[in-house]
């Protein structure tokens, strides 16, 4: 019985140990070819290519997927880190399905990996279809992605729906160049994000629905001692049909800042939402600092608005609140993503 003991417990090392060297997603990188007529011994599906990988996954896998609309549900497990999905183009490689009214399972894509990179994507979910205007009865959750690995990063990406679109779950999280399209808490969750240059748009559908009024984020921050949080910087947030407020608080302790952003004038005065969560007002961090536009007056905006000397407001604003260990810059590709441009 001993000796199965320390077998067993040697076995668990073991596996800690490889799960471990996962996480350093060693190079050089293998690559991997994703394209719908299967040519050159690529693969025919996202999934397929994702399914190739080892478990656990210990060497970055770059997964080049060829223009074209996939229609499939994709997902990535927790033992397949270290993958870098690179797309041609938000407008010309989209992920395309229509799960809807189950939140956890509606998702186009979905990750619970670490060391994610994804890269010129175009994620929809089509059941509120944000072509076509829909009913009212069928604003349902309909997620477009789901993500709640740590330190993933996404460029010069798209995310349509109309409710829930993003589920920024958990984890520290990096979307640089992106477009957000929806129109009930479309960016959602309890990550510590920072969203950076990227595009805001209020719609619930091509031309909006007038006089239907909705809500970008909603942060789940649950205690004080939490790290969580969204920093959007340098953004610009806009939309057409009703008019929204920038944040409804999901968790007591909900915090979202939004800094040198473009504001129009689809912000609601009031600007924020208690919403659930009446009596914790003094807990939520909700903060405006140096925007601009015609939705960044705030002399209007709800009393429980938080202010931050300087000092306090660049540790958000510095890239250092999701970056510790470096890992942004130790991912493939970094320098050059940083001129990656939303098409």
Not at 155 to 165: L, N
Not at 218 to 226: D, H, L, T, V
Not at 319 to 337: A, C, D, M, V
Request: hydrophobic letters at 35%; proline letters at 4%.
């Amino acid at each position: 019985m001993q000796h199965s003991h320390i077998v067993s417990v040697l076995s668990f090392l073991f596996v800690i140990l490889i799960v471990s060297d996962a996480l350093d997603c060693s190079n050089p990188p293998k690559v991997i070819y994703v394209n719908p007529s299967g040519n050159g011994g690529s693969f025919k599906t996202i999934q397929s290519a994702i399914n190739s990988l080892p478990k656990p996954n210990t060497q970055w896998a770059h997964i080049r997927i060829a223009a074209g609309i996939y229609r499939e549900v994709v997902f990535i497990t927790r033992n397949r880190p270290c993958i870098f999905l690179e797309g041609a183009g938000s407008s010309s490689t989209i992920m395309q399905a229509s799960g809807h009214g189950i939140m956890a399972t509606s998702f186009t894509f979905g990750s619970i990996a670490d060391d994610l990179i994804v890269k010129g994507i175009g994620f929809e979910n089509m059941y509120s279809d944000p072509y076509n205007v829909e009913p009212l009865g069928r604003i349902t959750p309909a997620l477009a992605v789901k993500i709640e690995g740590d330190r993933n990063a996404f460029y010069g990406c798209s995310f349509k729906s109309v409710q829930d679109t993003l589920w920024d779950r958990q984890g520290r999280h990096y979307f640089r160049n992106c477009y957000f399209q929806g129109g009930v808490d479309f960016i959602f969750g309890d990550g510590q994000s920072i969203y950076e240059r990227s595009v805001m748009n209020f719609t619930m559908g091509p031309n909006g629905i007038k006089g239907m009024d909705g809500t970008i984020t909603a942060q789940k921050r649950e205690s004080a001692n939490s790290t969580t949080g969204y920093v959007i910087k340098n953004c610009h947030i806009t939309g057409i049909g009703g008019r929204v407020i920038i944040g409804r608080a999901y968790g007591p302790y909900s915090r979202v800042i939004v800094a040198n952003s473009k504001l129009d004038d689809v912000i609601r005065p009031e600007g924020w939402s208690i919403w659930n969560q009446a009596g914790h007002e003094a807990d939520i961090t909700y903060v405006e600092a140096g925007n601009s536009g015609r939705g960044a007056d705030t002399s209007k905006r709800v009393s429980w608005m938080k202010k931050m000397d300087p000092k306090q407001l660049n540790t958000f604003l510095s890239l250092s609140y999701i970056n510790k260990g470096g890992w942004i810059e130790k991912q493939p590709g970094f320098q050059s993503f940083l001129s990656s441009n939303i098409n």
